[in-house]
């Protein structure tokens, strides 16, 4: 069993009381896991798995610490090898754990609905949105830095001039009480907000009727029917009133920063993305984007004014 206290300190949950709490939620849907091995196992025989296998006696860890093991490598960021040494398995069982529990997170977790519709939210909306009472959703992009590819085509799609590397560019969406309600896929680097905003698919779920706030620059107004609120761009003869609604939407919008400061503590995203992990980094990524979700508390608080 995982040691109460060693829990507190390396993943992002508040408590061990909260972890317990997630776990109990997922536990019942362990027995649908199926294993990376076995899948492989039946790709090579060109098979389909329809059935998850039944719990073997000869499986090293019990589930619970398999998942705590994920946890670890997904928030503290240690390699394959030293989670091997850290629970006395061999390194290639330690990779077949965390792509296992990579996949079951993404289809437990994504198989529910974060969007949040129009009502929803303003059940929800904090008054210190009184202003801009229709937002749906605070939106920004993030990167993460990846190993330099050896293609030169490659290199040149996923240098990103503004984090001057090879990154990973996503597009995150969050509800203005707080919660991620978007999560879209990685895309090469060197893509803008614009595009990534056009590919992600985010458009064809907002109406006239919602609105969205960005950061400046973010130029998507002809992208989308619904209204965008965007700090303007300072002009002369109306210095002093755009300056008081640059300020108000900065206040708001800081938020969806917060948000993605939270997802990327996890320290796997601090380090470079190497390429054996490119294979399932969309994985990883939405994971912990719907992790924040039970791990963290409320983000709006009364200073917003």
């Known amino acids: 069993m995982i040691d109460m206290m060693y829990v507190s300190l390396v993943n992002r949950f508040p408590s061990y009381d909260h972890l317990m709490a997630f776990w109990f939620l997922i536990e019942p849907c362990i027995y649908k896991m199926i294993r990376v091995s076995r899948a492989k196992s039946a790709a090579n025989r060109n098979e389909e798995v329809l059935t998850p296998a039944r719990t073997s006696t000869r499986q090293l860890l019990q589930p619970i610490d398999e998942f705590f093991l994920f946890l670890v490598f997904l928030s503290v960021g240690l390699k394959e090898r030293d989670l091997a040494h850290r629970f006395n398995i061999h390194q290639s069982t330690v990779s077949r754990i965390i792509a296992t529990w990579t996949n079951f997170l993404a289809t437990a977790l994504g198989s529910q609905c974060i969007w949040l519709t129009r009502e929803e939210v303003q059940a929800y909306l904090p008054e210190e949105f009184k202003d801009f009472s229709d937002t749906q959703m605070i939106l920004d992009c993030t990167e993460l830095r990846c190993q330099t590819p050896s293609s030169p085509l490659l290199q040149s799609e996923m240098y990103s001039l503004y984090k001057s590397h090879c990154t990973m560019k996503a597009l995150v969406g969050i509800a203005p009480h707080g919660p991620v309600t978007f999560i879209s896929n990685l895309y090469a ?70 948000v993605i400061r939270r997802i990327k503590q996890n320290k796997l995203f601090d380090s470079i993305i190497t390429m054996s992990h490119v294979y399932n980094i969309n994985q990883l990524f939405a994971v912990a984007c719907m992790l924040s979700n039970y791990q963290n508390t409320a983000l709006v608080k009364k200073w917003v004014k």
């Open 189 to 258: 680097g060197s893509v803008s907000d614009k595009e990534l905003f056009k590919q992600s698919g985010i458009a064809e779920k907002l109406t006239e009727d919602m609105a969205v706030m960005v950061d400046k620059g973010f130029l998507i107004t002809d992208c989308c029917k619904c209204k965008v609120y965007c700090p303007p761009f300072l002009s002369k003869q109306k210095q002093i009133l755009q300056v008081k609604e640059t300020q108000a939407i900065a206040r708001l919008r800081v938020h969806v920063e917060r």
